[in-house]
């Protein structure tokens, strides 16, 4: 199918450029000796999953329930990198089919552990545990070498779970490629403490889980790293792009729209708003909410629910109603999970289509 | 079902609030000599619509096609505010079942009505057009009263359609109610010279369209207005409230969430984040992305996909792991837009749910 014949809004992915950045990420893991569990939210797709793990992934990691329910299937070594709390979230994660041969969870308290560790009992099964640290993020994960022992050895001890080891998100890392050093130098005196606090506890951990989509490229850099997570690269964004993870022409993934208004002057109007492309702010320079993909000085300046605002000003070009335009979005992740469905593509041809199945509750 | 038994993050609605802010509308509505056409954007559910028309809505109004296919069998009155442009959405447009009585749609150009018209004709239909003015927002609409005039004159010498009046969207008054004055001074002069050109080119306007969220009490001072959409009080939202376009306890809509994580001092991290809520920045005072219902001094500092950060420091509150929250969002209609279902309370209890049938495409 033509890429005209698609009904606008609508996202597509380059199926060459995808499989090309797989290549990439696979190339640096084995490069470096790392594991590789791409971070399934980014595309929520069984079908793409399926691709990193063809292209050598060694797992997969999942937020969310339904994550864990649509990829259950593909891999036996799924990583749910969030803490299941409560019970309706454990009797699903118990009920899990297939169930993994191998399945760890990431936790940083013993008041998420207890209940997993008697729901895992109940059923019968063993979970793997691994103590999410706080390694200068602030958001989650214990707080200190000591707080890391006492809840490694509470799993230790605890039925139903296995201690596997730590895993932390660098998600502070926020800067661009070029000025990551100091950040880096940081996060690797802070991991070095809680790894060596718990090795002199007798609890070495087997699993360090770690790595960032903007850190991506130095996770060798960080002290006894196994596996990295690192989940957008699979499409790439205007941010990764932004802060130089990856170059322009990385970008898999756009938002195809359809000029609708031409009568402000300086602007076109396009039918791709927040509610396909969300209204995040750029991390980097250069502003806006997106770009166009053939023409990045081309800004999406302003979003409503269901219009984009394209600038310009710095262009020569002056779209006319329903030209099309292909935007690349500020962050991939939250704009895929605005989709119904994701069109394939080779060569610009439409070759497929896949559900966002991951997606919801 | 209690409150507790939902898994979360879930998205619930206080019927009683709900049922108090339609009334509020229909009666400032009915006190004006106002329609009442609320846009369904807001919650894209046939249910919430057919209590908006049992309030008193003459009408409705949506975005997409897709909102347009799922309220058309409700109202027979039915605005698509949003310029059908291309001939996948022209037969979508046209194929609407039950084909409402009264179809409009808003535009502003010659380039979108033509194929409008030639798609009527074909289909044996007669479309209402509303010529969309630029009132001061400078997102789409005519740009001077001459322009209105030459498009209301294609209008009414274009087969298929018929000449209806004009729509403008005062998006640009989002100030708080207390400081639109002068906003609403600008508006009515610009309104004026539209609507005095096209009547003395012999195209008086039948309808005059308008009225957005944070301006909405102040419609009856808009000159020639026929009737109001604003779409949000349905619900309200953080920002209505900040603005002073409702009270809090006016806010319908909150996302329930559970605590995950407090590790890090200051803070609790509960299980709504960007796909729960919108990462959309606050207007008016108050920073973040959302505040927690029964106490709006504890602020969503911070949002990941999956992670919302609530800032407790200006709050004696200190929640444990599972315990539950509600979340009102900055931006209303954006949450419910990630939301599949909705779940409708009374007194705190959950008698009802809803799927949000008009997101998607």
Redo the contacts between chains.
Sequence with gaps: MDLD?L????AVVDLDIMAANLARMAAYCRAHGLGWRPHT?THKSPLVAAAQLRAGATGLTV??LREAEVMAGLSDDLLLA??P??P??LARLMRLDPWPARLRVAL??I??LEPLGRAALVAGREVGVLIEL?AGM??????SPA?AVRLARAVASTGGVRYDGVLFYP?HIRDSVDDQAPALIALSTTLSHFLSALREAGLPPRVVSGGSTPSVWRSHEMPGLTEVRAGTTVFSDRTTAAIGVCDWSECAYSVLA????????GQA?I?AG??AL????LRGSGGGFGALLDDPNVVVS?L????G?LDLTRSARRP???DRVRVVPNHV??SV??Q?TVWGLERGVVVTSWPVEG???
Tied chains: 1, 2.
Excluded: F, M, W
């Excluded at 009904?7 to 609508?10: G, S």
């Excluded at 359809?258 to 002057?265: F, G, K, L, Q, R």
């Excluded at 969300?278 to 702010?281: A, I, N, P, Q, R």
């Design positions: 014949q009904e606008t809004p609508a939210k937020a969310t969030y803490p709390v409560g309706a979230k940083d308290s008041d998420v706080d602030h958001r989650v994960g214990v707080q707080d998600g359809t000029v609708v208004s031409t009568t402000v002057p109007v039918d927040s509610k969300s209204k995040e702010e302003g409503s629910e269901e219009h605002l006319k109603i329903g992740c939250v999970n605005l119904e997606r919801g509750r």
